[in-house]
DNA sequence: TCTTGCGCTGAACACCGTTCAGTGAACACC
DNA sequence: GGTGTTCACTGAACGGTGTTCAGCGCAAGA
């Protein structure tokens, strides 16, 4: 597209490779868009390669190009999702100024993430175990999902106050977190089961765990 | 086989055509059978038709004479996963006399339960809201997946005493239930992430729920 | 102008769930 | 015993899936 390019790749510049690099990139978020809709849409469990392909205008091996393969687009869009994910979280811990009224923020924020991102949390958290495997195999530093539970071990450590070690700490966070996705995943595995409603269960588990 | 089944055959005695129910019914729990050593293996997700005709020495169009499609199988195998957990929940209400303790007991089995049984549980509650749903859907009374819930509530109403009303107690059901669903999916979700173990989260989210 | 490399396609492979015409044997009746 | 019917069962087929790959056309570089 740029005219200049040529004159560039000439030289070998980095410049020019890159901007090969990004024209591949570009294209590689436009198929991820179009499966996060498609995924948003019906379910990451809909979405087969021939549709997405589809749906972006190519042939379905030239998918393979972009992504080694369909699970390798799921861990994409999973990293999207965690990256919500931990939005809301600190979103929800914004909203108070205490640590025990933080922590309640940001779990009750994660269990509106879940109940406004159906097809997201299910595709994170209750799709397939090896996507979420995966993404803490990597274990890298700045990744959302280890940023959104070392974030509520943060909380749960100002919680808990000085006096208590983090063990203490990671055992509430991981309370918390444990009790909203039993509420979050028991209403998309069951829509009209559980008669509560998920912000009374929610109430109710946060009351026992915060309660001194 | 039997060499008076003809005689009987000629009068329509139901005693003959029942021994021909019989014999489907037979070969009907052979497959069922064999299509939950292959779930309990491999997941119900792995499980194909034709590998499960393979498995009991049938071509796969065969099956589809036993049952409707793989959904209804899937199904099938939720009624012996629901019966089975009842079973667990019976036995751990069991272990206390008093009601709060019964309650601590059946839903401490219930996770218990989950752990033992990881992908009779993944199907049960994970794999397909539609499996469950239709379970609940034909809401016959002696369904286990109903008298499992109801045993709960039983447990919750008799832990809150006389002068609690019904919602109160299946708010009291439904968290503890809620709760232990959460440790248990989480845990079946990601093996090696939460850090505290099933058994001490168990604790702390009773403690919450169930100490006044 | 020729060559190289790259993006892309279409066909193919091996599966999948599901359907269905056809087969052979067991049964019911004359 | 012969005959028509029912029944369990098979094998092939259809349309779908994920994935691979030879080959094609075009743009870039020599």
Known sequence: MDGKSAGQATKKI???????????????????????????????RALSIRKLATRVQYSAG?????FENRDAIARELCLRGYAEMLAWLEKGAATASKPGAKLR????AYLQFALARPEM???IYMDDPA????????R???????????LLIDLAAATLGA???RPQAVKLAESCWAAMHGIAS??????????TSPEILCEAALDGLLKK
């Open 105 to 108: 923020g940001a779990s009750a």
């Open 121 to 123: 949390y299910r595709l």
């Open 131 to 138: 996507y979420l495997e995966a993404v803490f195999a990597e």
């Open 163 to 165: 006096q208590a070690d």
């Open 186 to 195: 028991l209403k998309l595995s069951c829509p009209t089961f559980p008669r």
């Open 14 to 44: 980095p410049g020019v490779l890159t901007e090969r690099q990004e024209e591949k990139e570009r294209v590689r978020e436009r198929i991820l868009d179009a499966a996060q809709k498609m995924m948003i849409e019906d379910g990451f």
């Open 62 to 66: 030239n998918i393979y190009l972009y």
């Open 140 to 150: 890298r530093e700045d990744d959302p999902a280890t940023r959104a539970y070392e």
